[in-house]
């Protein structure tokens, strides 16, 4: 598709007198791993929100491969998986129950949810839990599940929200190892984190928001320039490195 996987124009947000988002404009190239980043409080989950129609936003609106999220919200939403940050699910079902009921939600016959959600459970190492009831999964487990409704109905976009976060190492190379199986099968991928490294090491583009505005987007080659991702952000968002002046107190406790 030569359409913008996911379009973002003059997005906006605004909670009593904060300005969550603000006028943020964003094209996220299909087939591309698109890393977003900032600061706490930057806006990330709200932009995230608001573009698969989990928020209305105040003004501008958000476009998945062409499809308006909001005029035309079934088709828009057919086409995108989503894992949002403090993902809130049915918790008395077990994973296998849970992904059968989300694969009926969408429109799916109960084999194509059966073989899909079997085969999801198997890759993502969850099989000897699918019995177990949902209230009682890791946090770890539950981001493994997450991601599984997110996948199952074959969507052309992922948009994931802090995928890593409470995952083991083992874990988090499988799920590194689906992610870059969708984007080379021609998926799109939009993974919020703080990790840099993991954005610089996973992602071919990046945006930079903080105080709600987009301060830089491109390739991450751009983005970064001669430096590291990290020192890049940095400077972007007007932070400071050290940090510690005025803690010389903590010294004496060694002593």
């Given at each position: 598709?030569?359409?913008?996987?996911?379009?973002?124009?003059?997005?906006?947000?605004?909670?009593?007198t904060?300005?969550?988002?603000?006028d943020?404009?964003?094209?996220?190239?299909?087939?591309?791993?698109?890393?977003?980043?900032?600061p706490?409080?930057?806006?990330?989950?709200?932009?995230?929100?608001?573009?698969?129609?989990?928020?209305?936003?105040?003004?501008?609106g958000?476009?998945?491969?062409?499809?308006?999220?909001w005029?035309?919200?079934e088709?828009?939403?057919?086409?995108?998986?989503?894992?949002?940050?403090?993902?809130?699910?049915?918790e008395?079902?077990?994973?296998?129950?849970?992904?059968?009921?989300?694969?009926?939600?969408?429109?799916?016959?109960?084999?194509?949810?059966?073989?899909?959600?079997?085969?999801?459970?198997?890759?993502?190492?969850?099989?000897?839990?699918?019995?177990?009831?949902?209230?009682?999964?890791?946090?770890?487990?539950?981001?493994?599940?997450?991601l599984?409704?997110?996948?199952?109905?074959?969507?052309?976009l992922?948009?994931?929200?802090?995928?890593?976060?409470?995952?083991?190492?083992?874990?988090?190379?499988?799920?590194?190892?689906?992610?870059?199986?969708?984007?080379?099968?021609?998926?799109?991928?939009?993974?919020?984190?703080?990790?840099?490294a993991?954005?610089?090491?996973?992602?071919s583009?990046?945006?930079?928001?903080?105080?709600?505005?987009?301060?830089a987007?491109?390739?991450?080659?751009?983005?970064?320039?001669?430096?590291?991702?990290?020192?890049?952000?940095?400077?972007?968002?007007?932070?400071?490195?050290?940090?510690?002046?005025?803690?010389?107190?903590?010294?004496?406790?060694s002593?």
């Amino acid at each position: 598709m030569s359409e913008p996987a996911l379009e973002l124009y003059r997005l906006r947000k605004q909670f009593g007198t904060t300005k969550a988002v603000d006028d943020v404009n964003l094209e996220v190239p299909p087939g591309s791993f698109f890393g977003l980043v900032g600061p706490n409080g930057a806006g990330k989950t709200t932009a995230l929100s608001m573009a698969v129609g989990l928020l209305r936003p105040d003004g501008g609106g958000a476009r998945i491969f062409g499809v308006d999220v909001w005029a035309r919200p079934e088709e828009a939403k057919a086409m995108v998986g989503v894992l949002p940050d403090g993902l809130s699910i049915p918790e008395r079902l077990t994973g296998r129950e849970l992904l059968t009921y989300m694969g009926l939600l969408r429109g799916l016959d109960r084999v194509t949810v059966a073989e899909r959600g079997h085969e999801l459970l198997g890759v993502l190492e969850l099989l000897d839990a699918e019995r177990t009831l949902v209230i009682d999964y890791s946090a770890g487990m539950r981001k493994k599940i997450g991601l599984a409704m997110a996948l199952l109905h074959a969507p052309k976009l992922l948009v994931l929200d802090e995928p890593f976060e409470a995952v083991d190492p083992v874990s988090a190379s499988t799920i590194r190892t689906i992610l870059q199986r969708f984007v080379a099968s021609g998926g799109a991928v939009v993974l919020s984190s703080h990790v840099m490294a993991l954005v610089e090491q996973l992602c071919s583009h990046v945006a930079v928001i903080t105080k709600g505005r987009v301060v830089a987007t491109g390739s991450v080659d751009d983005v970064r320039g001669g430096g590291s991702l990290e020192d890049a952000f940095v400077h972007l968002v007007g932070g400071r490195t050290g940090g510690a002046e005025g803690l010389s107190w903590l010294a004496s406790s060694s002593e």
